[in-house]
């Protein structure tokens, strides 16, 4: 019986596999979100609580690749989200 392969990204040499500083996304003169940072590392599961519009769906969106921030940086893997989407998905 083989052994099964591990997933590529269980053995990802970097300790935060999602890393998320400084980001703000405004609609318009509307924030959605304000200077947001968090990181979450590999194996672990992350989830927003909060109210109604305070932005969670947007801040989960961002590093997925849409829609972009206004400022701040988001980084999945490694590979900058702003810079390069698809080398990240």
Not at 5 to 32: C, D, M, N
């Amino acid at each position: 019986m083989e052994t099964p392969t591990p997933h590529p990204l269980l053995e990802w040499p970097l300790s935060e596999l999602i890393e998320v500083q400084g980001l703000s996304k405004y609609f318009g003169a509307r924030p959605a979100i304000i200077d947001l940072t968090f990181s979450v590392p590999r194996g672990q599961v992350l989830g927003f609580l909060g109210p109604h519009g305070a932005g969670k769906s947007t801040a989960m969106r961002i590093p997925a690749g849409y829609p972009g921030a206004t400022s701040g940086a988001a980084c999945v893997a490694g590979h900058d989200r702003k810079h390069s989407s698809e080398e990240a998905s």
